[in-house]
């Protein structure tokens, strides 16, 4: 009886190359499955199926986690204003982590001898994927052809034509992963440090023109409405996405330090993230204090490298995200975003906990809650020691 192998599989060049050589050379029993993060139709998983048997895997399932993405991980990248080296959303590296769970969660129900992936030896999901499943599944082999045999993208596709596998394994101009929390874009471009991705390396094409105000609904830091439509978190994200990609808002280019110690360069497309960590931080600033922020600030960048280099199951990530939930309690309102071609502006907010209350003064205006006199005690104890140390140090 062969040994059964979970092939996390996208249907690419990589994956195909991975069913025939695990079956043909390796004997094994073929169970692919692809991870649904947001990033594909319903017609596209019906093909990337159709394309698992007729390579020949024993079984093959779509694995959905949108919901959970959003509800474990997601969330708490809005409620930290996440946005790796102050640029990037973390668009795809977020979803690797859930897509590597979920496949070692396949293997468990399967009894799995084996699992698989298509990951080179040059980037990070490598890391991300091996990781989650030593975690998970220790006892479960990792076999990685692609990575161990450092094959080329010719050898590749020579193998499969000796294999009677026709298809046409032309590479395009840009590689794209799309989620829900943005697509990342590679190309020529983005191997250089002194190039920008050319306009139709982007999935969505500028196409509005004319200005729109669109207004968020947050409650407890959450997204739930769009224009006055309530929503699902994810429906709002879906929907905003729909309404500011059009504009080519959400573009831009991230570099970083990889797991792997090298610097690295990958375009992106995210609208609806870039717009609504801009409206939730806007809204933070009106509802949180001085204390809160900062401290927010801390830890959440700390939260977003872990998640970038796949450390989301380390027991720190949920002492940390029950602080954030707690950050949120007052964190709702409606927040008005100016969006134009290549641009947008937070307009203002509206909130019943606002901390901006002309009830205890207007900044550089008027002050309801302190006097002048008040004021000049403050401010010789606030400098007190700042004073004494100069005295003491001449």
Not at 116 to 137: E, K, P, Y
Not at 262 to 276: H, N, S, T, Y
Not at 287 to 307: E, R
Request: contains cysteine.
């Amino acid at each position: 009886m062969s040994k059964k192998v979970v092939l996390a599989f996208s249907g690419g060049l990589d994956t195909s190359y991975c069913v025939k050589y695990l079956s043909e050379e390796k004997g094994l029993e073929i169970h692919s499955a692809i991870v649904n993060t947001g990033g594909f139709t319903k017609e596209e998983l019906k093909e990337i199926e159709a394309k698992a048997y007729k390579l020949g895997v024993k079984t093959h399932v779509t694995l959905d986690v949108v919901d959970k993405f959003y509800k474990d991980c997601v969330k708490y990248l809005i409620f930290g204003n996440i946005l790796k080296n102050n640029t990037y959303p973390l668009s795809v590296s977020a979803e690797r982590v859930f897509q590597a769970t979920a496949i070692a969660d396949y293997c468990k129900q399967l009894n799995a001898d084996f699992v698989a992936h298509g990951s080179t030896g040059a980037g990070n999901d490598q890391v991300r994927f091996d990781m989650i499943f030593n975690i998970l599944i220790p006892n479960v082999g990792i076999i990685t052809p692609i990575r161990d045999m450092k094959l080329s993208r010719e050898e590749e596709i020579e193998y499969l034509k000796s294999k009677g596998v026709v298809s046409d394994w032309t590479k395009a101009a840009y590689s794209i992963n799309k989620g829900i929390w943005g697509t990342s874009v590679g190309g020529k471009e983005t191997l250089t440090s002194g190039q920008y991705l050319p306009e139709t390396a982007f999935p969505t094409q500028v196409t509005k023109t004319t200005p729109e105000e669109v207004e968020l609904t947050f409650e407890k830091g959450e997204l739930v409405g769009i224009n006055g439509q309530k929503l699902s978190p994810v429906e709002a994200i879906l929907k905003l996405n729909d309404i500011a990609a059009p504009f080519g808002i959400g573009r831009d280019i991230h570099v970083g330090d990889t797991i792997i110690g090298i610097k690295g360069r990958v375009g992106f497309e995210a609208a609806a993230p870039m717009v609504i960590i801009k409206a939730h931080h806007t809204l933070e600033k009106h509802t949180l204090t001085k204390w809160q922020t900062y401290w927010k600030d801390q830890l959440s960048g700390w939260y977003g490298n872990f998640v970038h280099e796949g450390q989301f199951l380390e027991p720190v990530m949920r002492n940390i995200e029950q602080f954030l939930d707690d950050s949120q309690k007052f964190v709702s309102g409606k927040v008005k975003v100016y969006i134009a071609p290549y641009r947008f502006h937070v307009i203002g907010i509206e909130s019943s906990h606002d901390l901006m209350s002309s009830k205890f003064g207007s900044y550089g205006e008027m002050n309801n809650a302190w006097s002048g006199e008040d004021v000049k005690g403050f401010s010789k104890i606030f400098g007190n020691q700042t004073m004494i140390f100069h005295k003491v140090n001449n």
